[in-house]
């Protein structure tokens, strides 16, 4: 059956698949748009089920933010996803960027806190048309109220959207989240924390096992010094306090400011705008690191 060259292309303009394939889908077809349309999804559907366990280590981090009424207010929600692919060259794809942009703010407007089959099938309409195994990995939302009520979303990805970082801010005094100073110190701890990628916010926060894990590493270290047992002890104890500074938001030293740490930094910044400030929740994501 001869098939006209603008039904090709405007199969192909749906579906994304090749010309040669568009041409033989109609033919299969006899010329049936919505039965060409059907065969090459089911076709596509099964070349991404044959690619599923193909490494994804490539992708992007992306955040889309909603904002309260007023420039000073900031960002009433913040949502964050995290889309991974097999190669650069599709991560790189405007396609798939705009895919992980769409797959962001649908998470903010509908409040999805999981991986949803809504989700998914989003994914899996690119994947089918550029052959290439794709997955949502994760997902965030973080709401705040307005500054007016002492809650503050500060954010940031990098350029190269592979790490991305949404911070949440709080304090008794609300209306210091309206200084500009404020903001600007908030916004800069995301780049803190996108240049240092700290595990957790503060010592209270590590898992008292892994603690203990790394007290026992560092008391083997010291196991043969001919020292007397307290002093051991004391080396052991200043080894795991300076390990947790490295690996904790608030004990490490702050970006624009290394002779602070980022909790006496965010204290001086508190005490020049009125209010103590306390880092609430941190969010951080690097691609490909869970």
Do not use: W
Not at 104 to 128: K, P
Not at 144 to 162: E, F, I, M, T
Not at 190 to 202: G, M, S
């Amino acid at each position: 059956m001869e098939i006209a060259a603008r039904d090709v292309k405007s199969l192909r303009d749906k579906t994304g698949a090749g010309m040669m394939e568009c041409k033989r889908a109609l033919q299969e077809c006899a010329g049936d748009a919505l039965c060409a349309e059907k065969h090459l999804k089911e076709r596509g559907l099964a070349a991404i089920e044959n690619r599923r366990g193909r490494a994804t280590a490539e992708g992007v981090i992306v955040i889309k933010a909603r904002h309260a009424e007023g420039a000073a207010c900031g960002a009433s929600a913040v949502a964050m996803v995290e889309l991974v692919c097999e190669t650069d060259f599709v991560a790189k794809n405007a396609e798939f960027i705009a895919l992980s942009e769409r797959i962001a703010q649908a998470v903010l407007e509908h409040a999805y806190t999981e991986v949803n089959q809504v989700l998914r099938d989003m994914v899996v309409d690119l994947a089918t048309r550029v052959r290439e195994n794709m997955s949502l990995t994760r997902l965030a939302l973080l709401r705040a109220g307005s500054a007016g009520a002492g809650q503050y979303l500060s954010h940031y990805v990098h350029p190269d959207k592979k790490t991305g970082v949404v911070l949440s801010f709080s304090s008794d005094a609300p209306d210091v989240f309206l200084r500009s100073d404020v903001q600007a110190f908030a916004y800069d701890c995301c780049l803190h924390a996108a240049a240092y990628t700290p595990r957790y916010v503060c010592a209270e926060d590590v898992p008292a096992e892994y603690v203990r894990e790394q007290r026992e590493v560092f008391q083997a270290h010291v196991a043969s010094l001919q020292k007397p047992a307290h002093v051991k002890e004391s080396i052991v104890q200043g080894k795991l306090e300076k390990h947790l500074a490295e690996i904790c938001f608030l004990k490490q030293p702050f970006v624009k400011d290394d002779k602070l740490s980022v909790e006496k930094k965010m204290a001086e910044v508190g005490a020049c705008a009125g209010g103590a400030l306390r880092l609430a929740q941190a969010l951080i994501y690097q691609l490909g690191v869970q």
